[in-house]
């Protein structure tokens, strides 16, 4: 089965900081992996996805996440946060086989300070 | 073009009312999908379309849930008899294609769900 663990509820760093969103996942087979933002009152929004062609994957906002098979995991970074970035962050995995259900981790709740 | 929309955007209800929920995918989607976001928790997939077809309806919490999907377009979630345990923000995705993994699954606003 596949499961997504995303470790630290709330992170808080002061702006022009580096953003550092941590996701590991469990899955037998080589997994299709997603971040989704949510803004408050809004729904999910995607990031950036890795779908097994470049480990190190770019995406919207000035986001990045690299895929690392030996340590299971799909970070997301970003050099410099900006106050607009203070959102939701949910790291997904899709089911294995078949059609995109979507598993998600509990999410991270990132603040941003000036 | 137009986004998923989702209506109505908040629902308070008394225990044991039946509600409707209501999903408009973006249009040529075929994949639709259902999933529950309880308070400070991740989302739990309910249940996936594919056309009027709803394959997999393993995530509905109980008999109490159903949906449906007409015309390859809006779907309604209906939950009977509800819950104070129900309240969470319901939300709906949709995709083109036949939901193949890596698609990008396009999310609407949601609707929360208040049972008193």
Redesign the interface.
Known sequence: AQS?T?LG?HVSVSEGALVLLRCNYSSSVPP?LFW?VQYP??????LL?Y?SAATLVKGINGFEAEFKKSETSFHLTKPSAHMSDAAEY?C?V??????????????TRLAVHP | GAGVSQSPSNKVTEKGKDVELRCDPISGHTALYWYRQRLGQGLEFLIYFQGNSAPDKSGLPSDRFSAERTGESVSTLTIQRTQQEDSAVYLCASSFGRGRQGDTQYFGPGTRLTVL
Do not use: H
């Open positions: 997504v995303q509820s299709y989704y009152n809004q729904g999910l929004q995607l996805k779908t949910f997904a899709s089911r294995s086989g078949g059609y995109n259900k979507l598993i998600f981790g509990a999410g």
